[in-house]
């Protein structure tokens, strides 16, 4: 008889529409798992900035998932070709092509050109979940990135652009709490001299002015050695740090699969807490049902 009950009063479709949900959410954290440098990268639009002369209101945001290590570009506007232009030139040109992009579901990243661009450099394509944007690490940097050009131009705000090569150099030569290692570290083998080592005299080292083979084959060696320890470091401090994060997490979610066929609603103020998407007042928290035609691994 409890079960009926409780059956009957779950399956009220005011209620569902209604009222808030006292249980756990749906949906456990799944981490993007890389190896190795430039296979997973991440971007983003920050934006919009105030115009300057050169044209210049936005910033396209790319990061590597492994090595940490940003790239700033200032843009004028973010058409899709304009955006995939700069990715080839600046990016892929320079690192490769990686084997996955992950993005947000802005029209500029959805787009045909955008898509066929990948699809042309066999890129495989993830986007996030709608109003979940923060499972994109690029959408994370935005947040640090704002803070630093609004910290760093201060009251001269027509000159913000030519301050991004400076504010991205902090950040890769920074260490980073996931890997335990700086970006720059972990993309060259060794640690760039800093502007206050020349100013102190650190790490000062008298170069060869003639550099032969045998040099650089041991360079090469020293390299290796520095790299490839760091890599299995990095690789398991990012395994520790994404089980602590999913732990974390996943202590206030709950396991939910769906299949095809499946009804489910959907919610209408997901966005409260970003201060987005709000639906009006008294209206429904959750619409539907609509079945669910397709499902993705």
Same mark, same amino acid.
């Given at each position: /008889?409890?079960?009926?009950?409780?059956?009957?009063?779950?399956?009220?479709?005011?209620?569902?529409?209604?009222?808030?949900?006292?249980?756990?959410?749906?949906?456990?954290?799944?981490?993007?798992?890389? !190896?190795?440098?430039?296979y997973t990268i991440g971007i983003d639009i920050t934006g919009p900035l105030p115009r300057i002369k050169r044209g210049n209101e936005y910033i396209l945001v790319v990061v590597d998932y492994f090595?940490?290590?940003?790239?700033?570009?200032?843009?004028?506007?973010?058409?899709?070709?304009?955006?995939?232009?700069?990715? !080839?030139?600046?990016?892929?040109?320079?690192?490769?092509?990686?084997?996955?992009?992950?993005?947000?579901?802005?029209?500029?990243?959805?787009?045909?050109?955008?898509?066929?661009?990948?699809?042309?450099?066999?890129?495989?394509?993830?986007?996030?979940?709608?109003?979940?944007?923060?499972?994109?690490l690029s959408e994370r940097i935005n947040n640090t990135l704002k803070t630093m050009i609004a910290g760093y131009v201060d009251k001269d705000r027509s000159n913000w652009d030519i301050k991004l090569?400076?504010?991205?150099?902090? /950040?890769?030569?920074?260490?980073?709490?996931?890997?335990?290692?700086?970006?720059?570290?972990? /993309?060259?083998? %060794?640690?760039?001299?800093?502007?206050?080592?020349?100013?102190?005299?650190?790490?000062?080292?008298?170069?060869? %002015? !003639?550099?032969?083979?045998?040099?650089? %084959?041991?360079?090469?060696?020293?390299?290796i050695s520095n790299l490839l320890p760091a890599f299995d470091f990095v690789r398991q401090n990012l395994e520790i740090a994404q089980q602590n994060q999913r732990s974390n997490y996943n202590q206030? %979610?709950?396991?939910? !699969?769906?299949?095809?066929?499946?009804?489910?609603? /959907?919610?209408?103020?997901?966005?409260?807490?970003?201060?987005?998407?709000?639906?009006?007042?008294?209206?429904?928290?959750?619409?539907?049902?609509?079945?669910?035609?397709?499902?993705?691994?």
């Amino acid at each position: /008889m409890r079960r009926d009950v409780e059956n009957y009063i779950h399956s009220c479709d005011t209620c569902q529409r209604f009222k808030a949900r006292t249980q756990k959410l749906a949906g456990k954290m799944i981490s993007n798992v890389v !190896h190795e440098p430039w296979y997973t990268i991440g971007i983003d639009i920050t934006g919009p900035l105030p115009r300057i002369k050169r044209g210049n209101e936005y910033i396209l945001v790319v990061v590597d998932y492994f090595t940490k290590w940003v790239e700033l570009f200032p843009l004028q506007n973010t058409r899709s070709i304009s955006i995939a232009q700069t990715l !080839h030139d600046e990016v892929i040109c320079r690192f490769g092509c990686p084997v996955r992009i992950i993005s947000d579901n802005g029209s500029q990243f959805v787009s045909e050109i955008f898509e066929e661009t990948l699809r042309l450099l066999q890129i495989e394509h993830r986007r996030t979940a709608l109003y979940h944007p923060q499972t994109n690490l690029s959408e994370r940097i935005n947040n640090t990135l704002k803070t630093m050009i609004a910290g760093y131009v201060d009251k001269d705000r027509s000159n913000w652009d030519i301050k991004l090569p400076q504010l991205a150099f902090a /950040m890769r030569t920074a260490i980073h709490d996931s890997t335990g290692e700086s970006p720059a570290f972990l /993309m060259f083998g %060794r640690e760039p001299r800093l502007p206050l080592d020349v100013l102190f005299g650190l790490n000062n080292r008298t170069s060869d %002015r !003639h550099v032969n083979n045998r040099e650089v %084959r041991n360079y090469r060696d020293r390299l290796i050695s520095n790299l490839l320890p760091a890599f299995d470091f990095v690789r398991q401090n990012l395994e520790i740090a994404q089980q602590n994060q999913r732990s974390n997490y996943n202590q206030h %979610r709950k396991d939910v !699969h769906f299949k095809v066929g499946d009804l489910v609603m /959907m919610a209408t103020t997901v966005g409260n807490a970003l201060s987005k998407w709000k639906a009006p007042k008294l209206e429904p928290r959750w619409i539907g049902p609509f079945q669910i035609t397709k499902t993705y691994k």
